[in-house]
């Protein structure tokens, strides 16, 4: 079974310019999630699609967005980036488990990374 | 709220010995899911190990176990044999039940084998 797709790999923008980086979960996942990772700041939870809709968001402005398609695709979107913005974006897809979600076990793609200029 | 700290930035360790990378962890929830994932230079992040809070046995996978003591919200990860491989970041990670899907991770820890 194929892993979960993340692409572009590299990207290099310039401040103000908008980016979208795409995410293909593992077949069958229907939950996809999209975390920032800096070495300032850590692992940070971006925001989380399921079933199309977005069911959860991290502490991040309005910029940064998202969705989710039909066959679980999603992209994320980040507007007028800022040098900060620079930084590896991971998506995880897991199964969607109802009854003990605490269980999931998310699966990373191997990330795009960002620089901003 | 959850938090996840690791308190070893980094660690050294032979080739073929075993090593243990400490993680504790403090939630409110009475039920979550304990991870550990590996992330090499390339970026990936692996997952490695998963223990939930009521099980009775620590979890194990291959050379990885989970040395788990929920009575002092510790999830420490031993790798046995350790392989120039290994060399990587670990990242202790959790889950609670509130239906929130977010890991919350740790700042990760940079294993280095010699040799």
């Known amino acids: 079974k194929a892993g979960v797709t993340q692409t572009p790999r590299y990207l290099i923008k310039t401040r103000g310019q908008q980016v979208t980086l795409s995410c293909s979960p593992i077949?069958?996942?229907?939950?996809v999630s999209w975390y920032q990772q800096t070495p300032g700041q850590g692992l940070q939870f971006l925001f989380e699609?399921?079933?199309?809709?977005?069911?959860n968001k991290g502490n991040f402005p309005g910029r940064f967005s998202g969705r989710q398609f039909s066959n679980s695709r999603s992209e994320m979107n980040v507007s007028t980036l800022e040098l900060g913005d620079s930084a590896l974006y991971l998506c995880?897809?897991?199964?969607?488990?109802?009854?003990?979600?605490?269980?999931?076990?998310?699966?990373f793609g191997p990330g795009t990374r960002l620089l901003v200029l | 709220a959850q938090k996840i700290t690791q308190t070893q930035p980094g660690m050294f360790v032979q080739e073929k010995e075993a090593v243990t990378l400490d993680c504790t962890y403090d939630?409110?929830?009475?039920?979550?899911?304990l991870f550990w994932y590996k992330q090499p230079s390339s970026g990936e992040m692996i997952f490695l190990i998963y223990?939930?809070?009521?099980?009775?046995q620590n979890a194990t996978e291959g050379r990885y176990s989970l040395n788990f003591q929920k009575a002092r919200k510790s999830a420490n990860l031993v790798i046995s044999a350790s392989q120039l491989g290994d060399s990587a970041m670990y990242f202790c990670?959790?889950?609670?039940?509130?239906?929130?899907?977010?890991?919350?991770f740790g700042s990760g820890t940079r294993l280095q084998v010699q040799p």
């Open positions: 995880a897809s897991s199964l969607v488990l109802v009854t003990l979600p605490f269980q999931e076990t998310q699966y």
């Open positions: 077949s069958g996942h229907r939950s």
């Open positions: 699609y399921f079933s199309e809709t977005q069911r």
């Open positions: 939630t409110s929830d009475p039920s979550y899911g």
């Open positions: 223990q939930g809070s009521y099980d009775q």
């Open positions: 990670a959790m889950r609670g039940d509130t239906g929130r899907r977010a890991l919350t």
